[in-house]
T-cell receptor, first 113, second 113 residues
Framework: GDSVTQMEGPVTLSEEAFLTINCTYTATGYPSLFWYVQYPGEGLQLLLKATKADDKGSNKGFEATYRKETTSFHLEKGSVQVSDSAVYFCALSDANTGNQFYFGTGTSLTVIP | KAGVTQTPRYLIKTRGQQVTLSCSPISGHRSVSWYQQTPGQGLQFLFEYFSETQRNKGNFPGRFSGRQFSNSRSEMNVSTLELGDSALYLC????????????FGPGTRLTVL
């Protein structure tokens, strides 16, 4: 079945450091891929998405490219800020074969000044 | 456009009681999904409602149930509460299909004593 695997956390970075959070997926069809972010005490917010291979999603300085050949959707940001401290979830959905969203386990990011 | 709203935000119950949580989706969204989030299990899909009918269901016992009204608002009910039901319950709405982009509410934090 469909699934998402995220890198284990927690991740601690200094402000202005480069961020990569790895995400790989397994899917039988051609899924859409998502990154969500959850700030403390809140629900999940959509950060970015990509709906087909080679698409790049971007928002608030974050980017992720849909790589079908490596079944990956890694999240990157060139210079993190303290305000980026949150939990990040990779997710997929497949409109043709799926009946739900599949979420990764989440990666906690702490950015220190 | 107003986002997904959930009420109440916090709830404390004792074992054996029942609880009802409410979710109002984004205007125009007809699909409503419910998730349970715990530190140990992460995000787990409970069920999805569309046009007042349960369309998809996760792997939860029958104590967890829900319904959807004609205005797309949804309620989730948990009967005979157990300590393990303590969690953040998240509601998400999407336009038509559960695999469309999901938009989350802030969640209801349920504590069972």
């Amino acid at each position: 079945g469909d699934s998402v695997t995220q890198m284990e956390g927690p991740v601690t970075l200094s402000e202005e450091a480069f961020l990569t959070i790895n995400c790989t997926y397994t899917a039988t069809g051609y899924p859409s891929l998502f990154w969500y972010v959850q700030y403390p005490g809140e629900g999940l917010q959509l950060l970015l998405k990509a709906t087909k291979a080679d698409d790049k999603g971007s928002n608030k300085g974050f980017e992720a490219t849909y790589r079908k050949e490596t079944t990956s959707f890694h999240l990157e940001k060139g210079s993190v800020q303290v305000s980026d401290s949150a939990v990040y979830f990779c997710a997929l959905s497949d409109a043709n074969t799926g009946n739900q969203f599949y979420f990764g386990t989440g990666t906690s990011l702490t950015v220190i000044p | 456009k107003a986002g997904v709203t959930q009420t109440p935000r916090y709830l404390i119950k004792t074992r054996g009681q029942q609880v009802t949580l409410s979710c109002s989706p984004i205007s125009g969204h007809r699909s409503v999904s419910w998730y349970q989030q715990t530190p140990g299990q992460g995000l787990q899909f409970l069920f999805e409602y569309f046009s007042e009918t349960q369309r998809n269901k996760g792997n939860f016992p029958g104590r967890f149930s829900g319904r959807q009204f004609s205005n797309s608002r949804s309620e989730m009910n948990v009967s005979t509460l157990e300590l393990g039901d303590s969690a953040l319950y998240l509601c998400a709405s999407s336009l038509d299909r559960v695999t469309d982009t999901q938009y989350f509410g802030p969640g209801t934090r349920l504590t069972v004593l």
